[in-house]
């Protein structure tokens, strides 16, 4: 004769499963929405680098009207975020990418405005000034932040460990193009002209921080999956799980 008491035990283990799958299921929509959300951004990132290296005016709307759907993606992956923080009550390395993705999500979504930033100010300008110098530099420039953007994204995509050093080191080529960048402002600002001047600048600090914000990923990844921030040792909470 069965006891009335054994059926909690086999159907409790079951459910703690189901339930773990299915927070599991959540995370992975978590982390491959962000991914898909860079990507995006750095695809219109790099649209708004042939806009302003080719004087390509007439893509202007369209990197503008691109970023609405960055801006969708960021308040629904935001919300999910926010709820299973609520609903699962997460530990250890769980609660670590949930605060982690309430990061990257404005990481990205702060790179998707300066991506616009970017077209407004060529919009205004009617093109860039004719110096072969300054266009060679800034499309470096442009190619260079998105590649750390990138390489921030792949990170997170790959729960990469030591993605924040590698990405920080990578954000060094970013750092001297725009040092580079600037000092050609400089030396042309007769022929440029104060306005231009003024935008280039502008320029060159948005794309520096687009990088910034790849780099921002990479740590974050990194803290993920070790507890602890590179270079931050001393803040890392270390846990069993």
Known sequence: MTSHGTEPSSAAPRHHDESRHHFTEILEEIKDGMVEMGSLVIDNARRAGVAIVENRLE??????????????????????????????????????????ATRILYELERSGDLVVNLAYIVDRLHGLPESPQLRSLLDRLVGASCDVLA????????????????????????????????????????????????????????????????VN??????????????GDTHLGIRDED
Do not use: C, W
């Open 151 to 214: 390489s921030g994204i792949t990170a997170l995509s790959n729960m990469d460990e030591v993605a924040g050093r590698l990405v920080d080191e990578e954000d060094d080529v970013v750092d001297e193009l725009v040092g580079a960048f600037y000092d050609e402002i400089s030396r042309e600002r007769n022929e440029i002209g104060l306005e231009a001047g003024i935008a280039l600048n502008r320029m060159g600090r948005f794309l520096e921080r687009i990088a910034d914000h790849g």
């Open 59 to 100: 893509l202007v709307p369209e990197i503008i009207g691109a970023d609405d759907e960055v801006n969708l993606r960021y308040a629904q992956l935001e919300r999910l975020t926010f709820e299973t923080l609520a609903r699962q009550q997460p530990v250890a390395k769980d609660l670590r990418f949930l605060v982690s």
């Open 217 to 230: 990923i990479g740590e974050n990844t990194t803290y993920i999956v070790t507890a602890e921030f590179p």
